[in-house]
T-cell receptor
Framework: DTGVSQNPRHKITKRGQNVTFRCDPI?????LYWYRQTLGQGPEFLTY????????KSRLLSDRFSAERPKGSFSTLEIQRTEQGDSAMYLC???????????FGPGTRLTVL | AQSVTQPDIHITVSEGASLELRCNYS??????LFWYVQSPGQGLQLLLK??????LVQGIKGFEAEFKRSQSSFNLRKPSVHWSDAAEYFC??????????????FGSGTRLQVQP
Protein backbone atom coordinates (compact mmCIF):
# COMPACT_ATOMS: atom_id res chain seq x y z
CA ASP A 1 0.00 0.00 0.00
CA THR A 2 1.37 3.38 -0.99
CA GLY A 3 -0.45 5.50 1.56
CA VAL A 4 -3.03 8.23 1.08
CA SER A 5 -3.02 9.81 -2.35
CA GLN A 6 -4.61 13.04 -3.50
CA ASN A 7 -5.25 14.42 -6.96
CA PRO A 8 -4.53 16.86 -8.35
CA ARG A 9 -1.56 18.10 -6.36
CA HIS A 10 -2.05 21.64 -7.61
CA LYS A 11 -5.08 23.43 -8.98
CA ILE A 12 -5.27 26.98 -10.28
CA THR A 13 -8.70 28.27 -11.09
CA LYS A 14 -10.53 31.52 -11.67
CA ARG A 15 -12.97 32.94 -9.19
CA GLY A 16 -16.44 31.57 -9.72
CA GLN A 17 -15.35 28.24 -11.21
CA ASN A 18 -16.09 24.86 -9.66
CA VAL A 19 -13.29 22.52 -8.62
CA THR A 20 -13.21 18.91 -7.46
CA PHE A 21 -10.48 17.12 -5.55
CA ARG A 22 -10.07 13.40 -5.04
CA CYS A 23 -8.65 11.45 -2.12
CA ASP A 24 -7.79 7.76 -2.13
CA PRO A 25 -7.28 6.54 1.44
CA ILE A 26 -5.29 3.56 2.61
CA UNK A 27 -7.34 0.62 1.40
CA UNK A 28 -8.29 -0.96 4.73
CA UNK A 29 -9.14 2.35 6.42
CA UNK A 30 -12.83 3.04 6.97
CA UNK A 31 -12.45 6.56 8.33
CA LEU A 32 -11.63 9.52 6.08
CA TYR A 33 -11.11 13.17 6.98
CA TRP A 34 -10.77 16.41 5.04
CA TYR A 35 -8.82 19.35 6.44
CA ARG A 36 -7.91 22.77 5.10
CA GLN A 37 -4.59 24.48 5.81
CA THR A 38 -3.82 28.11 5.09
CA LEU A 39 -0.37 29.64 5.13
CA GLY A 40 1.14 29.82 8.59
CA GLN A 41 -1.68 27.88 10.24
CA GLY A 42 -2.34 24.36 11.33
CA PRO A 43 -4.84 22.22 9.46
CA GLU A 44 -8.51 22.86 10.25
CA PHE A 45 -11.10 20.11 10.18
CA LEU A 46 -13.70 20.23 7.40
CA THR A 47 -15.54 16.92 7.39
CA TYR A 48 -15.35 13.25 8.35
CA UNK A 49 -16.62 9.99 6.91
CA UNK A 50 -16.99 6.58 8.43
CA UNK A 51 -17.35 4.25 5.48
CA UNK A 52 -19.78 6.07 3.16
CA UNK A 53 -21.54 8.02 5.89
CA UNK A 54 -20.62 11.66 6.42
CA UNK A 55 -20.77 11.90 10.20
CA UNK A 56 -19.54 15.38 10.92
CA LYS A 57 -19.15 18.70 9.13
CA SER A 58 -17.35 21.77 10.38
CA ARG A 59 -18.93 25.19 10.33
CA LEU A 60 -16.08 26.03 7.94
CA LEU A 61 -17.82 23.90 5.35
CA SER A 62 -20.13 26.42 3.71
CA ASP A 63 -22.93 25.40 1.37
CA ARG A 64 -20.53 25.86 -1.55
CA PHE A 65 -18.57 22.85 -0.31
CA SER A 66 -19.73 19.28 -0.71
CA ALA A 67 -17.98 16.02 0.01
CA GLU A 68 -18.86 12.48 -0.91
CA ARG A 69 -17.56 9.00 -0.35
CA PRO A 70 -19.97 6.96 -2.45
CA LYS A 71 -18.67 3.45 -1.93
CA GLY A 72 -16.76 3.94 1.25
CA SER A 73 -13.46 4.02 -0.59
CA PHE A 74 -12.27 7.19 -2.35
CA SER A 75 -13.71 10.59 -1.54
CA THR A 76 -14.27 13.78 -3.48
CA LEU A 77 -14.43 17.35 -2.24
CA GLU A 78 -16.14 19.86 -4.51
CA ILE A 79 -16.09 23.61 -4.16
CA GLN A 80 -18.64 25.51 -6.18
CA ARG A 81 -18.32 29.15 -7.19
CA THR A 82 -14.78 29.41 -5.82
CA GLU A 83 -13.69 32.55 -4.02
CA GLN A 84 -10.19 33.89 -3.42
CA GLY A 85 -10.58 33.00 0.26
CA ASP A 86 -10.80 29.33 -0.73
CA SER A 87 -7.12 29.38 -1.68
CA ALA A 88 -5.48 26.89 0.64
CA MET A 89 -3.99 23.42 0.93
CA TYR A 90 -6.68 20.76 1.17
CA LEU A 91 -5.52 17.71 3.09
CA CYS A 92 -7.06 14.28 3.27
CA UNK A 93 -6.35 11.75 6.00
CA UNK A 94 -7.53 8.24 6.79
CA UNK A 95 -7.50 6.01 9.82
CA UNK A 96 -8.44 2.45 10.56
CA UNK A 97 -10.01 2.83 13.95
CA UNK A 98 -11.19 5.53 16.30
CA UNK A 99 -8.30 7.20 18.06
CA UNK A 100 -5.66 5.58 15.92
CA UNK A 101 -3.17 7.52 13.89
CA UNK A 102 -4.49 9.51 10.96
CA UNK A 103 -2.34 9.13 7.86
CA PHE A 104 -2.20 12.21 5.72
CA GLY A 105 -1.93 12.60 1.99
CA PRO A 106 0.35 15.20 0.35
CA GLY A 107 -2.53 17.62 -0.16
CA THR A 108 -4.02 19.57 -3.04
CA ARG A 109 -2.95 23.19 -3.22
CA LEU A 110 -5.74 25.38 -4.58
CA THR A 111 -5.08 28.85 -5.92
CA VAL A 112 -8.09 30.96 -6.84
CA LEU A 113 -7.25 33.92 -9.07
CA ALA B 1 -14.18 24.78 23.02
CA GLN B 2 -10.99 22.80 22.85
CA SER B 3 -7.84 24.55 21.71
CA VAL B 4 -4.17 23.86 21.22
CA THR B 5 -1.51 26.50 21.75
CA GLN B 6 2.00 26.39 20.39
CA PRO B 7 3.53 29.56 21.82
CA ASP B 8 6.65 29.56 19.64
CA ILE B 9 6.00 30.45 16.03
CA HIS B 10 9.62 30.10 14.97
CA ILE B 11 12.64 28.51 16.68
CA THR B 12 16.23 28.41 15.51
CA VAL B 13 18.73 25.97 16.99
CA SER B 14 22.23 24.92 16.09
CA GLU B 15 22.85 21.46 14.74
CA GLY B 16 23.66 19.14 17.62
CA ALA B 17 21.87 21.28 20.18
CA SER B 18 18.88 20.08 22.17
CA LEU B 19 15.35 21.04 21.25
CA GLU B 20 12.09 21.53 23.11
CA LEU B 21 8.87 22.59 21.38
CA ARG B 22 6.01 23.62 23.60
CA CYS B 23 2.38 22.59 23.36
CA ASN B 24 -0.48 23.41 25.71
CA TYR B 25 -4.07 22.32 25.33
CA SER B 26 -7.39 23.44 26.73
CA UNK B 27 -9.86 20.59 27.01
CA UNK B 28 -12.57 19.28 29.29
CA UNK B 29 -10.96 15.88 29.59
CA UNK B 30 -7.49 14.59 28.88
CA UNK B 31 -7.45 14.19 25.11
CA UNK B 32 -5.36 11.96 22.96
CA LEU B 33 -2.23 13.91 22.02
CA PHE B 34 -0.12 13.86 18.89
CA TRP B 35 2.91 15.53 17.35
CA TYR B 36 3.15 15.75 13.56
CA VAL B 37 5.95 17.07 11.35
CA GLN B 38 5.45 18.69 7.96
CA SER B 39 8.33 19.22 5.57
CA PRO B 40 7.96 21.42 2.47
CA GLY B 41 5.99 19.59 -0.17
CA GLN B 42 5.37 16.66 2.14
CA GLY B 43 2.32 15.42 3.94
CA LEU B 44 2.02 15.45 7.70
CA GLN B 45 3.92 12.62 9.36
CA LEU B 46 3.18 11.38 12.84
CA LEU B 47 6.15 11.61 15.21
CA LEU B 48 4.49 10.23 18.33
CA LYS B 49 1.22 9.92 20.21
CA UNK B 50 -0.06 9.67 23.76
CA UNK B 51 -3.27 7.91 24.73
CA UNK B 52 -2.65 6.81 28.32
CA UNK B 53 -0.06 5.19 30.57
CA UNK B 54 3.57 6.22 30.72
CA UNK B 55 3.70 9.97 30.38
CA LEU B 56 7.03 9.94 28.52
CA VAL B 57 6.52 8.64 25.02
CA GLN B 58 9.12 7.83 22.42
CA GLY B 59 8.63 8.50 18.77
CA ILE B 60 10.40 8.24 15.48
CA LYS B 61 13.55 10.10 14.46
CA GLY B 62 14.77 10.31 18.06
CA PHE B 63 11.92 12.48 19.30
CA GLU B 64 10.17 12.12 22.64
CA ALA B 65 7.38 13.98 24.38
CA GLU B 66 6.22 14.27 27.96
CA PHE B 67 2.60 14.61 29.01
CA LYS B 68 2.06 16.74 32.11
CA ARG B 69 -1.56 16.71 33.22
CA SER B 70 -1.08 19.44 35.82
CA GLN B 71 0.24 21.82 33.19
CA SER B 72 -1.98 20.63 30.31
CA SER B 73 1.19 20.32 28.28
CA PHE B 74 2.70 17.88 25.83
CA ASN B 75 6.15 19.22 24.95
CA LEU B 76 8.28 17.66 22.24
CA ARG B 77 11.99 17.13 22.81
CA LYS B 78 15.06 15.92 20.99
CA PRO B 79 18.50 15.71 22.60
CA SER B 80 20.52 16.48 19.46
CA VAL B 81 19.01 18.15 16.42
CA HIS B 82 20.04 17.25 12.88
CA TRP B 83 19.85 19.57 9.89
CA SER B 84 17.16 17.31 8.41
CA ASP B 85 14.87 18.13 11.33
CA ALA B 86 14.19 21.57 9.89
CA ALA B 87 10.43 21.57 9.28
CA GLU B 88 7.09 22.68 10.68
CA TYR B 89 5.90 20.87 13.79
CA PHE B 90 2.28 20.59 14.83
CA CYS B 91 0.76 19.50 18.09
CA UNK B 92 -2.75 18.05 17.82
CA UNK B 93 -5.45 16.63 20.08
CA UNK B 94 -8.55 14.51 19.64
CA UNK B 95 -11.39 13.74 22.01
CA UNK B 96 -10.91 10.40 23.73
CA UNK B 97 -14.58 9.42 23.98
CA UNK B 98 -16.74 7.60 21.48
CA UNK B 99 -19.24 10.41 21.37
CA UNK B 100 -16.69 13.14 21.11
CA UNK B 101 -15.27 14.98 18.17
CA UNK B 102 -13.20 12.61 16.09
CA UNK B 103 -11.24 15.09 14.05
CA UNK B 104 -7.88 16.42 15.10
CA UNK B 105 -7.56 19.93 16.48
CA PHE B 106 -4.17 21.35 15.56
CA GLY B 107 -2.03 24.09 16.98
CA SER B 108 -0.76 26.77 14.65
CA GLY B 109 2.64 25.13 14.38
CA THR B 110 6.27 25.89 15.19
CA ARG B 111 8.73 26.34 12.38
CA LEU B 112 12.13 24.91 13.24
CA GLN B 113 15.25 26.23 11.57
CA VAL B 114 18.57 24.44 12.11
CA GLN B 115 21.81 26.34 11.82
CA PRO B 116 25.00 24.50 10.78
Amino acid sequence: DTGVSQNPRHKITKRGQNVTFRCDPISEHNRLYWYRQTLGQGPEFLTYFQNEAQLEKSRLLSDRFSAERPKGSFSTLEIQRTEQGDSAMYLCASSGRWGDEQFFGPGTRLTVL
Amino acid sequence: AQSVTQPDIHITVSEGASLELRCNYSYGATPYLFWYVQSPGQGLQLLLKYFSGDTLVQGIKGFEAEFKRSQSSFNLRKPSVHWSDAAEYFCAVVHPGDTGRRALTFGSGTRLQVQP
